[in-house]
């Protein structure tokens, strides 16, 4: 069992920064990766980023490539979002979730997801 907890979120103008983090805790047996995944009011939950356990592969959304950057603290349990150049539509809950199969960009390949945190970026 893995346990994600997400913070770091808050209210930013367009053009300002977040650092979101999850934390995990538990057992990381079976754990391909820690991927970030973000939903807005009436859409449907969305691929943002994830990396793999040990870091040696990364992938991104198109919508926030060159924006955002994940990175993790494996002394700290910990998988990072930065996030640059905030745009009103990347307004959304973010969850981090454990990717325990393939393929990276689909939420069925996530468990253990956390309760979120909220983002949002005024114009």
């Known amino acids: 069992q893995v346990w994600l907890v997400e913070s770091g979120g808050g209210v930013v103008q367009a053009g300002g920064s977040l650092r979101l983090s999850c934390a995990a805790s538990?057992?990381?047996?079976?754990?391909?990766?820690v991927g970030w995944f973000r939903q807005a009011p009436g859409k449907e939950r969305e691929f943002v980023s994830t990396?793999?356990?040990?870091?040696?592969?990364?992938l991104y959304a198109a919508s926030v490539e060159g924006r955002f950057t994940i990175s993790r603290d494996s002394a700290k349990n910990t998988v990072y979002l930065q996030m640059n150049n905030l745009k009103p539509e990347d307004t959304a809950v973010y969850y981090c979730?454990?990717?325990?199969?393939?393929?990276?960009?689909?939420?069925?390949?996530?468990?253990?997801w956390g309760k979120g945190t909220q983002v949002t970026v005024s114009s």
């Open positions: 538990g057992r990381a047996s079976g754990t391909l990766g």
């Open positions: 979730a454990r990717q325990w199969t393939g393929p990276s960009i689909d939420a069925q390949s996530y468990d253990s």
């Open positions: 990396i793999t356990r040990r870091g040696d592969g990364i």
